[in-house]
C-alpha cells in the first residue's frame, strides 16, 4: 500500500510541476499590463486628501514621482515651469514618499500653487514606487485624456522631448 501512496504523491507533484512550468511569467512592467492610472492616495500640501480618481480631466496626465532634495528633479521642476506656457495641456501630479516638510517647501519653492495643472502630494503608502518600480527620480508616466499609458521616461523628461512626443499624438 504505503508504494500506491508513494506513487500518488509523485504522479501529483509532476502534475503539478508541469502545470507551474507551463504557465508563462509576465514580464512586463506594471504600467503596461494595467494601464490605466494606479490607483494611489496622496495627502496634498494643503493636508486634504487626494485619489487618482480625482485627477482633472486634460489632454494628458503626467505623474512624476520625485524626490525633494533630487538635483535631477529641482532642474525638472525648473524646466517644466519655464516651460509652462506650452504645458497648459497637461495635469501633472508630482509625487514623493519624503518627509511632508520637505515635499512643501519643494512646492513652495517652485511655486507650483500658483498653476492650476500642479498637484503635489505625499504618497504615505508608498503605491505609486511599487506600482511602477522606480528606481531612479524624477520618474515621469505620461497618460492620454482617457488616462490611459502612453510613455514612461524613467529617469525624468526633457522638456522638449515631452513637447515633441505630445504633439505627434
Keep these: 500500500m504505503n508504494w500506491k501512496r508513494g506513487l500518488l504523491i509523485c504522479t501529483l507533484l ?4 508541469l502545470v507551474n512550468a507551463q504557465t508563462p511569467v509576465d514580464n512586463r512592467p506594471n504600467y503596461v499590463k494595467s494601464p490605466g492610472i494606479p490607483a494611489f492616495k496622496l495627502v496634498l500640501t494643503d493636508s486634504s ?18 524626490s525633494p532634495d533630487c538635483g535631477h528633479c ?5 524646466q517644466m515651469i519655464r516651460n509652462m506656457d506650452s504645458l497648459k495641456n497637461i ?3 508630482w509625487i514623493s514618499y519624503r518627509d511632508f516638510p520637505d515635499i512643501k517647501a519643494f512646492a ?4 507650483f ?7 503635489t502630494g505625499r504618497d504615505p503608502e508608498y503605491a505609486v ?3 511602477y518600480q ?3 527620480t524624477p520618474f515621469v508616466a505620461l497618460y492620454n485624456k482617457e488616462k490611459q499609458f502612453l510613455k514612461v521616461w524613467e529617469q525624468g523628461v526633457e522638456i522638449p522631448e515631452l513637447l515633441q512626443f505630445i504633439h505627434k499624438k
Aim: glycine residues 2%; charged residues 15%; negative net charge.
Design 129 to 131: 514606487p511599487s506600482f
Design 91 to 93: 495635469q501633472f501630479v
Design 108 to 111: 513652495r519653492k517652485y511655486q
Design 134 to 136: 522606480v528606481k531612479f
Design 14 to 17: 509532476m502534475t503539478i510541476g
Design 49 to 66: 486628501l487626494f485619489t487618482h480618481t480625482m485627477i482633472p480631466a486634460a489632454e494628458y496626465t503626467c505623474i512624476v514621482y520625485f
Design 113 to 119: 500653487d500658483l498653476y492650476p495643472n500642479i498637484i
Design 74 to 78: 529641482q532642474y525638472e521642476a525648473d
